[in-house]
């Protein structure tokens, strides 16, 4: 099945730094999302974006399909913006599920 | 709010025993997927439903079944617990009949399962 990796596995920020969090796929795929996950565990919904670029608020997404990689952009951290940030993609072939990464577990502080 | 609700958000129990995790998927979304976050193993897919009917299945360990009602809501049926089953179970729901053909998945709040 699909490979999904992300990178890096830990960022450590100051508030008002930008960082760039990158997922690695290895197959073509019709469906690629971006969520975050609160510190209270809950899991946010940030992206939806198997190709091009989107942007809301201080996030932003490209995704370079045919070079099978994501990246989501934050600006301007807040603490808010602290937990840890999946990436899941599902491949192009066959009836796979959508598969999660590792995460990336951003870590800001005051 | 992602319009998938989940219940409980808690529940405690202890090995052997058998418990039931209910989701109420987004209205107008047929498909219902069930994951499990386990410290050492991630975000796991367990399965899915449309429209009332099984369509795909991962990891789902046998002590372990589903259904998805008429209503579309989902319950997981987890049973025999052991220890390594604590983890926090996710429902999420999509508008379409599998993972992809542009339909994003919008993710519950969780179900904590602890077991002692």
């Known amino acids: 099945g699909i490979q999904v990796e992300q990178s890096p596995p830990d960022l450590i920020l100051q508030e008002g730094a930008n960082s760039t969090l990158r997922c690695n796929f290895s197959?073509?795929?019709?469906?690629l999302q971006w969520f975050h996950q609160n510190p209270w565990g809950q899991l946010i919904n940030l992206f939806y974006?198997?190709?091009g670029t989107k942007q809301n608020g201080r996030l932003s997404a490209t995704t370079v399909a045919t070079e099978r990689y994501s990246l989501l952009y934050i600006s301007s951290s807040q603490t808010t913006d602290s937990g840890v940030y999946f990436c899941?993609?599902?491949?192009?072939?066959?009836?796979?599920?959508?598969?999660f990464g590792t995460g990336t577990r951003l870590t800001i502080i005051p | 709010d992602s319009g998938v609700t989940q219940t409980p958000k808690h529940l405690i129990t202890a090995t052997g025993q058998r418990v039931t995790l209910r989701c109420s998927p987004r209205?107008?979304?047929?498909?219902v997927y069930w994951y499990q976050q386990s410290l050492d193993q991630g975000l796991q897919f367990l399965i899915q439903?449309?429209?009332?009917?099984?369509?795909a299945k991962g990891n789902i360990l046998e002590r372990f079944s589903a259904q998805q009602f008429p209503d579309l809501h989902s319950e997981l049926n987890l049973s025999s617990l052991e220890l390594g089953d604590s983890a926090l179970y996710f429902c999420?729901?999509?508008?379409?009949?599998?993972?992809?053909?542009?339909?994003?998945?919008?993710f519950g709040n969780g179900t904590r399962l602890t077991v002692t």
């Open positions: 439903y449309y429209n009332g009917e099984e369509r």
């Open positions: 999420a729901s999509s508008g379409g009949q599998g993972f992809a053909y542009n339909s994003p998945l919008h």
């Open positions: 974006i198997p190709s």
């Open positions: 197959d073509s795929v019709n469906n």
């Open positions: 209205s107008g979304d047929l498909s």
């Open positions: 899941a993609a599902k491949s192009n072939f066959g009836n796979e599920k959508l598969t």
